[in-house]
T-cell receptor, first 110, second 112 residues
């Protein structure tokens, strides 16, 4: 059974203080690993898809990387508007559904 | 504009009542999904459908039912058999051949 574990559960950063969020996964054949951003009371917003170990993708202050066991979402010089919950999900070849972790709640203070 | 529309945004249900949550997409996506989100629990899959007139149970299907009579629509009924229905419900869709899921803005259901 696919499993996704995100850490930490919550993270508080000062504006400009870079850090990383972790997503550890087990899946029987990885079709894709996904990162989403979710603001309170809203639906998740797609950020990245990673397909194979060694792959990296960037968008503004965010960079996602992938190994065979985990993915990292690196946040460089964060701003208060980066505050949100970041969700990681995997899709395996055994099914079509996305399996989500519980998320990391990020708060960036001025 | 293309997208996924969930309605209503807020829904209140009395105990013992069935309620139906709407999910409509104009993205021409084949696959549609229903997730439930509780505080500290992440998203859990209720039902999904790859094509019209076909759907499969997810991890927490008990107390829920769905239909897929049209490609654009995937309504979710929360029945009286669902013991703890208060939650945030999210609908998503994926285009065939793609892995990127688009989400609606959610429906918050509260049992009163």
């Amino acid at each position: 059974e696919d499993q996704v574990t995100q850490s930490p559960e919550a993270l508080r950063l000062q504006e400009g203080e870079s850090s990383s969020l972790n997503c550890s996964y087990t899946v029987s054949g990885l079709r894709g690993l996904f990162w989403y951003r979710q603001d309170p009371g809203k639906g998740p917003e797609f950020l990245f898809t990673l397909y194979s170990a060694g792959e990296e993708k960037e968008k503004e202050r965010l960079k996602a990387t992938l190994t065979k066991k985990e993915s990292f979402l690196h946040i460089t010089a964060p701003k208060p508007e980066d505050s949100a919950t970041y969700l990681c999900a995997v899709q395996g070849y055994s099914g079509y559904a996305l399996n989500f972790g519980k998320g990391t709640s990020l708060l960036v203070t001025p | 504009d293309g997208g996924i529309t969930q309605s209503p945004k807020y829904l209140f249900r009395k105990e013992g009542q069935n309620v139906t949550l709407s999910c409509e997409q104009n993205l021409n996506h084949d696959a549609m999904y229903w997730y439930r989100q509780d505080p500290g629990q992440g998203l859990r899959l209720i039902y999904y459908s790859q094509i019209v007139n076909d759907f499969q149970k997810g991890d927490i299907a008990e107390g829920y039912s769905v239909s897929r009579e049209k490609k654009e629509s995937f309504p979710l009924t929360v029945t009286s058999a669902q013991k703890n229905p208060t939650a945030f419900y999210l609908c998503a869709s994926i285009r065939q051949g793609s892995t990127e899921a688009f989400f609606g803005q959610g429906t918050r259901l509260t049992v009163v």
